[in-house]
Nanobody, 119 residues
Framework: VQLVESGGDLVQPGGSLRLSCAAS????????MRWYRQAPGKERELVAD??????NYADSVKGRFTISRDTAKNTVSLQMNSLKPEDTAVYYC???????????????WGQGTQVTVSS
């Protein structure tokens, strides 16, 4: 199973971007879908996640970012508004999912997409 991300770009402060992550297989059940980011010289951090219990966000992005999933398209998205220079990072999607034909959930990672916020 591959996760393919898209949507990363260069954007000015205050702008918006929408990241998407598509799984290459049909998702039978999901445990969690997450977005992480890693800025240069920093550790990877959890930005947002979605589970059957709802959504959670890092304090630094609350009110600005929204995570959502599309069951029919096997995707998870991250809508990012009011972007700041400190949001600059490589963004990675992560899924803990069970695909059709699998007996148990497994964890998968995308390859990362660059988001740069700069004037």
């Amino acid at each position: 199973v591959q996760l393919v991300e898209s949507g990363g770009d260069l954007v000015q402060p205050g702008g918006s971007l929408r990241l998407s992550c598509a799984a290459s297989a049909t998702i039978f059940t999901f445990n969690a879908m997450r977005w992480y980011r890693q800025a240069p010289g920093k550790e990877r951090e959890l930005v947002a996640d979605i589970t059957s219990g709802g959504t959670n966000y890092a304090d630094s992005v609350k009110g600005r970012f929204t995570i959502s999933r599309d069951t029919a398209k096997n995707t998870v998205s991250l809508q990012m508004n009011s972007l700041k220079p400190e949001d600059t990072a490589v963004y990675y999607c992560n899924m803990v999912i069970r695909t059709l034909g699998s007996l148990r959930p497994s964890e998968y990672w995308g390859q990362g997409t660059q988001v740069t916020v700069s004037s």
